[in-house]
């Protein structure tokens, strides 16, 4: 394998996860300080991310980690209420701006192209006690955020990620109710959730093009989750359906609106009014666009980032109980063919991350595509044999390289 002229090496990290220093420097809480300090069976070990890697004291630290890695990208979050304690401009707390200030200076300075997150799961708590990503409210709020993380760091930052996982987010904090705020809404609350993301991400991409983008010359799009569904058995038509319906429910529901049309994917639609007319709801419980909505989401991103970790076998299964909730709606039965090794909850399936960026190539118009997050989770301690990780990476280039066209390659350099 011979990587391209201009392929980018990167490495990601959330502000939760690796700064600490959460009530440092006149920082509000976010909602992830908030759900850990309650402790209890949901929170593993009674653990919280006060301290987590010590990154907002430790930076130096990283610095040298990245410059030994001989990074070309680091993608890191912003902490919303680092910067605005309370999520709203009306207090600006300048020893986070300068925090960031110096992570991106040092990086330029050392030849490391910054990746920006605006948003990584860590709502301001002032936020989620007006209603969080359920409440309309919190459109206008996240484009005042945008607008300020792009007026204070735009002229050096120039690739931006609006949202990371706004599926995850939706299903895990807003449905199941095991993200903060800890609340489940069974069957309806991802589906608001996932609406008010998606309009908040158009939102701010369009003050950044009519705002900045002419004298910042940036790039901003969001970052997708996104595993590759395999059917159980590729001669049954209900498992093909099954492992289509995963896509469009995974992928498709934030992509198909923002690259192709303004809305969501037929069969997301059709499957959702389906179960919702069977279970006694009077109407579909997936909120719709207005044709407005559509104009101004439709063309919202200027790539496609995409998260691959792992894949899973499909197989179709009825929801004979008719149960509310977004996994329920699917309709299907997800696990993993026995021989795929595993670690955690990955396993290594290496051929379905060139199944999925082709899907990608194919069905979104031969975007440029970022990997903007790979890899496999690490025990705790980490081992110093590492030969689990490497092979894992190995074979993903494998594919990668299989399914990559040398005259794209040469076009848009694989990030």
């Known amino acids: 394998m011979a990587f391209p002229a201009g392929f980018g090496w990167g490495a990601s ?8 220093g959460w009530d440092a420097d006149g920082k509000g809480p976010s909602v992830w300080d908030t759900f850990t ?15 987590a890697c010590g990154s907002y004291t430790l930076w130096e630290e ?4 990245i410059k030994q890695l001989g990074l070309t990208h680091y993608r890191f979050s912003l902490s919303w209420s680092r910067l605005l304690p309370d999520g709203t401009t009306g207090f600006i707390n300048q020893k986070g701006i300068d925090y960031y200030n110096k992570i991106i200076d040092d990086l330029l300075t050392n030849g490391v192209i910054p990746i920006v997150t605006l948003y990584h799961f860590d709502l301001p708590q002032a936020l989620e006690d007006k209603g969080g990503w359920l409440s309309e409210a919190i459109i206008e709020s996240f484009d005042k955020y945008a607008r300020f993380c792009f007026s204070t760091f735009g002229d050096r930052v120039k690739q931006w990620i609006t949202i990371n996982e706004p ?23 991802g589906y608001q959730a996932a609406h008010n993301l998606i309009k908040a991400h158009a939102r701010s991409w369009h003050s950044y093009d009519s705002l900045f983008r002419k004298e910042q010359k940036g790039m901003v799009s969001l970052a997708i989750f996104a595993g590759w569904a395999e059917p159980a058995d590729t001669n049954s038509v209900s498992d093909q359906e099954a492992a289509k319906r995963a896509i469009a429910f995974c992928l498709d529901f934030f992509a198909k609106p923002i690259f192709i049309d303004g809305d969501y994917p037929e069969v997301v639609k059709s499957q959702i009014a389906f179960m919702s007319k069977k279970q006694g709801y009077p109407s579909s419980r997936l909120p719709e666009f207005t044709e407005e909505e559509k104009r101004m989401i439709k063309g919202t991103a200027d790539f ?8 899973r076998l499909v197989k179709y299964q009825e929801n004979k109980k008719e ?14 063919d026995p021989s795929w090794k595993r670690l955690d909850w990955v396993y290594v399936v ?7 960026l082709k899907y990608i190539k194919d069905t979104y118009n031969n975007p440029v595509i970022y990997i903007t997050e790979n890899g496999l989770p690490q025990g705790d301690p980490a081992s110093l044999d590492d030969t689990q990780r490497w092979e894992y990476f190995r074979q993903t280039f494998q594919e990668l390289f299989k399914g990559a066209d040398p005259k794209v390659l040469n076009k848009y350099p694989v990030h």
């Not at 990290?13 to 600490?20: D, I, R, W």
């Not at 990283?62 to 980690?65: A, I, M, V």
């Not at 599926?167 to 609350?189: C, E, K, Q, R, S």
């Not at 290496?350 to 999925?356: A, D, N, S, V």
Request: glycine share 12%; hydrophobic share 40%; charged share 15%.
């Open 13 to 20: 990290t959330a502000a939760y996860q690796v700064e600490g």
């Open 37 to 51: 300090h309650q402790g209890g069976e949901r929170v593993f070990q009674n653990q919280t991310g006060d301290v």
């Open 62 to 65: 990283d610095l040298k980690c």
């Open 167 to 189: 599926n995850i987010l939706a299903i895990m904090a807003y449905d199941l109710g095991v993200f903060p705020p800890g609340v489940p809404h069974f069957g309806t609350g």
């Open 304 to 311: 496609f980032a995409v998260q691959y970790y792992t894949s």
């Open 323 to 336: 149960e509310v909730g977004f996994l329920q709606d699917v309709e299907l039965q997800v696990f993993p």
């Open 350 to 356: 290496p051929w379905g991350i060139r199944k999925l």
